[in-house]
């Protein structure tokens, strides 16, 4: 007996890169849509690593404001565990928004911004390993920290080069990278493009 050809979609991984309100939020939820769309019945996972602190304000409020402009369908997972765990979880999209305030968790967690680099570097292997074995599109979003001044702070260099670090690990296995600047997208990188449609 002939084998039926597979139809079901390739697992996409995409990298969203960009600054401090440069869009990268809006554009890996607008892919989301449109990926979720041309499902049967896309099933959205929208995974917030920001962590909830009542005593700002400002914060709570930005948290809000994210919350409110996604699709009412979409399932919020706000990360209070290990996030190469919920990745493993079966999604039709994720986005993880982002992966800056993730590894600033991260560190707080492990009490490593006076250790040396690399301390983290682990929990780093772990999610890419988890992104790489993602049954379903991922997109990840997360902060270019490579142009802007170097800080004055060590902890503020220390979160730099790991997160340099991080993006880097990340571009290499996902299939596509995106510069956000100013609203308007970048590719860098896509895999796909080069390979041809699949089916």
Known sequence: MTARPDHSPKPLRVLVLGGTRSGKSAYAESVAQ???SSLERGRVRYVATGRRDPNDADWQDRIDAHRRRRPHAWETTEIFESLPATLSAEAD???????????????????AWTLPRGTVA????????AVV????????????VGWGVIPSTRSGRLFQDEMGSLNGRLAAV?????????GLPLMLKDTREQAGPTR
């Open 122 to 129: 682990p929990e780093g292997d772990a999610l890419v390993d």
């Open 174 to 182: 996902c299939d596509r990278v995106v510069l956000v600047v100013a």
């Open 93 to 111: 999209v994720t986005i993880v928004d982002d992966l800056g305030t993730w590894l600033t968790g991260v560190i707080d967690d492990g009490d």
């Open 133 to 144: 074995r993602c049954t379903g599109t991922v997109l990840l979003v997360s902060p270019e």
């Open 34 to 36: 449109s990926c979720s």
